[in-house]
């Protein structure tokens, strides 16, 4: 064991033996504390310079520790200051204030520590008393458990104390309306009245403020909000709040007027956003993000006027824009859902991107005549927005089941809506996502408060804004322990080392904070028996020691690597781990098994086909064209493609038989012994790949594949080291005519080739073995001693270029040999090119391209048009400048 863990552990028995005892609990709240997020308090904390102050109670000092824990209890009824050199902890209900009698103001320091030790411990602001708690990027204020204290939360940690709860002056349509000033209103938990005459009451301040492991059963059935807002008024400053992992909903509204911006809700396992009784606030950049290990979840927003009365005024309308919604798997009573609109609310919605993986529920659903009503008469406005869901809508219907509203045509005729790929690395918006630069001008349109932005969502592609204050949201310290699934090994990297071996056939996550060691053939899954789902978290290294170490996911399983342009996920081999000199062929590669169909299957019995995968991988293949292997985004595969058996090389990437629910984009494979990707049959498609450096073919296809392709942007080696082809493209190498004849559609494709000359040049396209294509917006280029640039090999592949089966257009080959052959017809390759709508020949590289970007003028084909999984562009090839889609992520592009 290493010692960093024998240390904390050490620390951890001694505190709880202590707490046992009797004894005050003394703990160290500096640094950051377990969860798997940023925001600490800024570091090492500093020595205890004080006492507990007269309302408090003192703790004796441990050795070893650096704050002192004070315990508060009570209701406090004169303004008082919670400083950050000391951790304070909660005793059952603290009240700050008597209901709008004994006026106080509690103020909390930035990087203060406030913890609850039971259940039952929390905090509330009663009516006409406030709290200033306004923390800072660098020093958040944390209210969080004494679990989270000793690190011993976790990711699946919850309801391990009480919460936050805002009681104000603000009026709530459950009030008499005609006398507000003695509305008395019971807030959930025993809290205390909210309610009142003044919308703009004033209740203080939250800025950088986390709420973590909330939620408690305060009252039978009756869990606390992370942060409960009622009755509060606009006069109340809330900026950068987050609440994590709470029981019940994250922040819930109850009437009032409250505003609040840069909210962000992960982890809660109710609703993240939850509003009734008339609250008419705003706001704007909000982040949802269900447990990412497909924990219990339910609405992005479940929205209410007032569940005993729909009609009651003022109806809760509120305003909120640029929201961002990624939903998980989790599947229930209560599935993960993202945006519930019910029980007469109104409300305007702008700027949101709902989102989430193939398990997820509905992302979109109007409930109840009344909010219907306000959907068809414009008190529900919902425009510029994205619903990335494979269930964007559900309809509503009435008591008989009778449909009141086609949600999907209602919101598609909403303007600048869009259903389909919103393109995010994580929860941030890619370079070329939709997202960017169709936003609504909320603030020019609707109101000024808001802040004037261009884009969908809560951010705009540049700035993280939840960096250094959140938790559970970015890679940060190493792990206390290997995950699940998983055993601890010899650490060659400088932190814990983490192994897989054999076949895993139950879920396993790889979480941020180590490096994860291959041992051999690591396969997900048992073929089409027991399923399994690899989760790797952003950020992760996965890396083999050995050209026989590598990875495989297996037909029925999934692997769900999900990274993000800041934090790619990595696999590598030891010798890049380790800084020594890397090369092609130090480990194995990645491989995809999937359902979907191929040419080598007997097309009769496809649910029984079993075809061999290179590299004694396992079988794929079989009757799904949808089938899902996951999600692989922003991925690089570096240094791979060992000859696992005699003769046999992996690929970087291997999709074999892998079908069209599985979701592929922002991937990169640098340096490969063999192909960079390869197809063997299936559907499967991918947008944004990199392909660099690799030794044989960048992208080979074979067995049948008709998926799709765009923005694919290859490189050979800079140094001119081996290559081939940038597309080597078969049917079937046994029979030319099999079917279903492999036919891609494949755009925006830039080759740039190298002066490799071998038995195998650099080259451009060879298209071979009866396929077929459909190709666009390609530039094919590359120095003067590069090979042909496009070729037709095989009688069956030139018949279908000669009847026009076959096409390319929209492009440009600027190479000293750019054609070579003819179609069999009298037709030579170049006169077929020239003869396509939209091609052309140019000089030489540097007329077509600077580095890696387009400069050729050449108008591109709308393939939009064809096929939504395609977009527009005024570009051909893979990268335009201004939006480049390879930066931040990719390697081996520099030269």
Same mark, same amino acid.
């Given at each position: 064991?290493?010692?960093?863990?024998?240390?904390?552990?050490?620390?951890?028995?001694?505190?709880?033996?202590? =707490?046992?005892?009797?004894?005050?609990?003394?703990?160290?709240?500096?640094?950051?504390?377990?969860?798997?997020?940023?925001?600490?308090?800024?570091?090492?904390?500093?020595?205890?310079?004080?006492?507990?102050?007269?309302?408090?109670?003192?703790?004796?000092?441990?050795?070893?520790?650096?704050?002192?824990?004070?315990?508060?209890?009570?209701?406090?009824?004169?303004?008082?200051? +919670?400083?950050?050199?000391?951790?304070? *902890?909660?005793?059952?209900?603290?009240?700050?204030?008597?209901?709008?009698?004994?006026?106080?103001?509690?103020?909390?320091?930035?990087?203060?520590?406030?913890?609850?030790?039971?259940?039952?411990?929390?905090?509330?602001?009663?009516?006409?008393?406030?709290?200033? =708690?306004?923390?800072?990027?660098?020093?958040?204020?944390?209210?969080?458990?004494?679990?989270?204290?000793?690190?011993?939360?976790?990711?699946?940690?919850?309801?391990?104390?009480?919460?936050?709860?805002?009681?104000?002056? =603000?009026?709530?349509?459950?009030?008499?309306?005609?006398?507000?000033?003695?509305?008395?209103?019971?807030?959930?938990?025993?809290?205390?009245?909210?309610?009142?005459?003044?919308?703009?009451?004033?209740?203080? =301040? @939250?800025?950088?403020?986390?709420?973590?492991?909330?939620?408690?059963?305060?009252?039978?059935?009756?869990?606390?909000?992370?942060?409960?807002?009622?009755?509060?008024?606009?006069?109340?400053?809330?900026?950068?709040?987050?609440?994590?992992?709470?029981?019940?909903?994250?922040?819930?509204?109850?009437?009032?007027?409250?505003?609040?911006?840069?909210?962000?809700?992960?982890?809660?396992?109710?609703?993240?956003?939850?509003?009734?009784?008339?609250?008419?606030?705003?706001?704007?950049?909000?982040?949802?993000?269900?447990?990412?290990?497909?924990?219990?979840?339910?609405?992005?927003?479940?929205?209410?006027?007032?569940?005993?009365?729909?009609?009651?005024?003022?109806? *809760?309308?509120?305003?909120?824009?640029?929201?961002?919604?990624?939903?998980?798997?989790?599947?229930?009573?209560?599935?993960?859902?993202?945006?519930?609109?019910?029980?007469?609310?109104?409300?305007? @919605?702008?700027?949101?991107?709902?989102?989430?993986?193939?398990?997820?529920?509905?992302?979109?659903?109007?409930?109840?005549?009344?909010?219907?009503?306000?959907?068809?008469?414009?008190?529900?406005?919902?425009?510029?927005?994205?619903?990335?869901?494979?269930?964007?809508?559900?309809?509503?219907?009435?008591?008989?089941?009778?449909?009141?509203?086609?949600?999907?045509?209602?919101?598609?005729?909403?303007?600048?809506?869009?259903?389909?790929?919103?393109?995010?690395?994580?929860?941030?918006?890619?370079?070329?996502?939709?997202?960017?630069?169709?936003?609504?001008?909320?603030?020019?349109?609707?109101?000024?408060?808001?802040?004037?932005?261009?884009?969908?969502?809560?951010?705009?592609?540049?700035?993280?804004?939840?960096?250094?204050?959140?938790?559970?949201?970015?890679?940060?310290?190493?792990?206390?322990?290997?995950?699940?699934?998983?055993?601890?090994?010899?650490?060659?990297?400088?932190?814990?080392?983490?192994?897989?071996?054999?076949?895993?056939?139950?879920?396993?996550?790889?979480?941020?904070?180590?490096?994860?060691? +291959?041992?051999?053939?690591?396969?997900?899954?048992?073929?089409?028996?027991?399923?399994?789902?690899?989760?790797?978290?952003?950020?992760?290294?996965?890396?083999?020691?050995?050209?026989?170490?590598?990875?495989?996911?297996?037909?029925?399983?999934?692997?769900?690597?999900?990274?993000?342009?800041?934090?790619?996920?990595?696999?590598?081999?030891?010798?890049?781990?380790?800084?020594?000199?890397?090369?092609?062929?130090?480990?194995?590669? +990645?491989?995809?098994?999937?359902?979907?169909?191929?040419?080598?299957?007997?097309?009769?019995?496809?649910?029984?086909?079993?075809?061999?995968?290179?590299?004694?991988?396992?079988?794929?293949?079989?009757?799904?064209?949808?089938?899902?292997?996951?999600?692989?985004?922003?991925?690089?595969?570096?240094?791979?493609?060992?000859?696992?058996?005699?003769?046999?090389?992996?690929?970087?990437?291997?999709?074999?038989?892998?079908?069209?629910?599985?979701?592929?984009?922002?991937?990169?494979?640098?340096?490969?012994?063999?192909?960079?990707?390869?197809?063997?049959?299936?559907?499967?498609?991918?947008?944004?790949?990199?392909?660099?450096?690799?030794?044989?073919?960048?992208?080979?296809?074979?067995?049948?594949?008709?998926?799709?392709?765009?923005?694919?942007?290859?490189?050979?080696?800079?140094?001119?080291?081996?290559?081939?082809?940038?597309?080597?493209?078969?049917?079937?190498?046994?029979?030319?005519?099999?079917?279903?004849?492999?036919?891609?559609?494949?755009?925006?494709?830039?080759?740039?080739?190298?002066?490799?000359?071998?038995?195998?040049?650099?080259?451009?396209?060879? +298209?071979?073995?009866?396929?077929?294509?459909?190709?666009?917006?390609?530039?094919?280029?590359?120095?003067?001693?590069?090979?042909?640039?496009?070729?037709?090999?095989?009688?069956?592949?030139?018949?279908?270029?000669?009847?026009?089966?076959?096409?390319?257009?929209?492009?440009?080959?600027?190479?000293?040999?750019?054609?070579?052959?003819?179609?069999?017809?009298?037709?030579?390759?170049?006169?077929?090119?020239?003869?396509?709508?939209?091609?052309?020949?140019?000089?030489?590289?540097?007329?077509?391209?600077?580095?890696?970007?387009?400069?050729?003028?050449?108008?591109?084909?709308?393939? *939009?048009?064809?096929?939504?999984?395609?977009?527009?562009?005024?570009?051909?090839?893979?990268?335009?400048?201004?939006?480049?889609?390879?930066?931040?992520?990719?390697?081996?592009?520099?030269?």
């Amino acid at each position: 064991m290493a010692l960093r863990k024998l240390l904390k552990l050490s620390a951890i028995a001694s505190a709880l033996i202590l =707490a046992g005892c009797g004894g005050d609990l003394v703990v160290n709240a500096g640094g950051t504390t377990n969860g798997g997020g940023n925001g600490g308090g800024g570091g090492t904390p500093p020595p205890v310079t004080s006492d507990c102050p007269a309302f408090a109670t003192e703790g004796d000092s441990l050795a070893g520790v650096n704050l002192t824990v004070c315990e508060i209890s009570g209701t406090i009824t004169s303004d008082t200051r +919670l400083s950050n050199d000391i951790a304070w *902890s909660l005793s059952g209900k603290v009240t700050v204030g008597n209901d709008n009698a004994d006026n106080s103001t509690l103020t909390i320091e930035p990087g203060t520590f406030v913890f609850g030790k039971s259940g039952a411990d929390y905090l509330v602001v009663a009516r006409g008393s406030k709290i200033q =708690a306004v923390g800072t990027v660098d020093a958040p204020i944390v209210m969080t458990s004494v679990n989270d204290m000793l690190g011993l939360s976790d990711n699946e940690s919850t309801a391990e104390w009480g919460g936050l709860v805002l009681l104000g002056n =603000a009026p709530s349509n459950k009030c008499d309306q005609a006398s507000l000033a003695t509305c008395e209103i019971q807030a959930e938990g025993e809290a205390g009245p909210y309610g009142g005459a003044d919308p703009e009451d004033d209740s203080g =301040a @939250l800025r950088y403020v986390q709420v973590r492991y909330a939620g408690f059963e305060v009252i039978p059935d009756n869990e606390l909000n992370g942060i409960t807002f009622a009755g509060v008024g606009s006069g109340t400053d809330v900026e950068y709040i987050q609440v994590h992992n709470n029981l019940d909903d994250g922040v819930e509204f109850f009437g009032g007027t409250v505003d609040a911006k840069y909210v962000v809700l992960t982890g809660n396992r109710d609703d993240s956003l939850d509003w009734a009784d008339g609250w008419t606030g705003r706001m704007q950049h909000v982040l949802v993000r269900h447990n990412p290990n497909n924990t219990k979840a339910n609405r992005g927003i479940e929205a209410d006027n007032q569940s005993g009365n729909f009609t009651a005024t003022p109806v *809760s309308k509120p305003r909120i824009a640029n929201m961002t919604i990624v939903g998980n798997n989790f599947d229930g009573e209560d599935d993960s859902e993202g945006v519930l609109l019910r029980a007469g609310t109104a409300a305007e @919605l702008y700027n949101f991107i709902v989102t989430g993986p193939a398990g997820m529920g509905e992302c979109f659903e109007i409930n109840s005549a009344e909010s219907v009503t306000n959907a068809g008469n414009g008190e529900i406005v919902f425009r510029n927005s994205i619903l990335d869901c494979p269930e964007p809508t559900k309809n509503s219907v009435d008591g008989a089941d009778n449909i009141t509203l086609d949600a999907n045509a209602w919101f598609r005729a909403q303007p600048g809506n869009i259903i389909g790929d919103a393109l995010l690395g994580g929860y941030i918006p890619a370079p070329n996502s939709p997202a960017l630069g169709n936003g609504y001008n909320v603030a020019n349109n609707v109101d000024s408060w808001f802040d004037n932005v261009d884009y969908i969502g809560a951010f705009d592609g540049e700035e993280d804004w939840t960096v250094g204050w959140t938790v559970g949201l970015h890679p940060e310290d190493d792990l206390a322990a290997c995950p699940a699934g998983t055993s601890e090994v010899n650490s060659l990297s400088g932190r814990l080392n983490c192994q897989l071996t054999g076949d895993i056939t139950a879920n396993v996550t790889l979480a941020a904070g180590a490096d994860y060691v +291959l041992s051999g053939r690591v396969r997900i899954g048992v073929d089409n028996t027991t399923a399994a789902t690899l989760t790797v978290e952003p950020g992760v290294r996965i890396y083999g020691k050995s050209g026989a170490d590598f990875l495989v996911v297996t037909r029925g399983s999934k692997i769900e690597a999900n990274g993000t342009a800041a934090n790619p996920i990595v696999m590598t081999s030891v010798q890049d781990i380790i800084g020594s000199p890397t090369a092609a062929g130090q480990w194995g590669g +990645l491989v995809l098994l999937g359902k979907a169909p191929s040419n080598k299957c007997n097309q009769g019995d496809l649910a029984s086909c079993e075809i061999q995968a290179e590299g004694e991988a396992g079988p794929y293949g079989g009757a799904v064209a949808n089938d899902n292997s996951g999600t692989l985004n922003y991925v690089v595969v570096k240094h791979a493609g060992f000859e696992v058996i005699p003769d046999n090389e992996l690929n970087g990437i291997t999709f074999a038989g892998v079908g069209s629910g599985t979701k592929c984009s922002n991937i990169q494979v640098h340096q490969n012994v063999d192909d960079g990707i390869e197809m063997f049959g299936g559907s499967v498609s991918c947008k944004n790949v990199v392909l660099t450096a690799n030794g044989d073919d960048s992208v080979d296809w074979a067995d049948g594949w008709n998926g799709k392709l765009q923005f694919v942007l290859v490189k050979h080696a800079a140094d001119g080291a081996k290559a081939n082809r940038g597309i080597e493209a078969d049917n079937q190498s046994g029979n030319f005519t099999a079917t279903p004849v492999s036919n891609p559609t494949i755009a925006n494709l830039t080759i740039i080739g190298n002066s490799f000359d071998g038995d195998d040049d650099s080259e451009g396209v060879l +298209l071979r073995a009866g396929t077929n294509a459909q190709l666009a917006n390609f530039v094919i280029t590359g120095p003067e001693t590069m090979g042909e640039c496009l070729e037709f090999d095989s009688n069956e592949t030139k018949a279908l270029a000669a009847a026009g089966s076959l096409t390319m257009t929209h492009s440009v080959i600027a190479c000293a040999e750019p054609f070579k052959g003819d179609l069999g017809n009298g037709t030579t390759t170049e006169q077929w090119f020239l003869g396509q709508t939209g091609n052309s020949v140019a000089a030489n590289q540097a007329a077509v391209l600077d580095g890696i970007y387009t400069i050729d003028a050449t108008t591109p084909k709308d393939m *939009s048009a064809l096929d939504s999984f395609f977009e527009a562009v005024n570009f051909i090839g893979a990268v335009e400048a201004g939006n480049d889609w390879t930066a931040g992520w990719t390697v081996g592009l520099e030269d």
